[in-house]
């Protein structure tokens, strides 16, 4: 079982920027794939961005170059910093973590980011 706990949500204004945090307990991180999620009023749960154990990265095209995904397994914690903020960019942010292996996943309570034009 893991617990996550994401923080750093708000309000900002267009062209700012917010830092996410993902703090994770229950088990060891470096065996899980970390990403962060996004879901706006009336749509569907997309994936922002994703990294691996090792570092690796993947992001979703609309956020690519503003966003950048981060972890650090020793502190058992992964981040978002979100750049160049866009009114399109509000929605909850949910962390979340996959096992490499089970595929078992779990996911945080969200955090409320909004971006005022």
């Known amino acids: 079982q893991v617990q996550l706990v994401e923080s750093g949500g708000g309000l900002v204004q267009t062209g700012g920027s917010l830092r996410l945090s993902c703090a994770a307990s229950?088990?060891?991180?470096?065996?899980?794939?970390m990403g962060w999620y996004r879901q706006a009023p009336g749509n569907q749960r997309e994936l922002v961005a994703i990294?691996?154990?090792?570092?690796?990265?993947n992001y979703a095209a609309l956020v690519k170059g503003r966003f950048t995904i981060s972890r650090d397994n020793a502190k058992s914690t992964a981040y978002l910093q979100m750049n160049s903020l866009k009114p399109e960019d509000t929605a909850v942010y949910y962390c979340n973590a996959r096992h490499r292996i089970s595929g078992a996943e779990y996911w945080g309570q969200g955090t409320q980011v909004t971006v005022s034009s």
């Open positions: 990294i691996t154990p090792g570092g690796g990265t």
């Open positions: 229950g088990s060891n991180l470096n065996l899980y794939v």
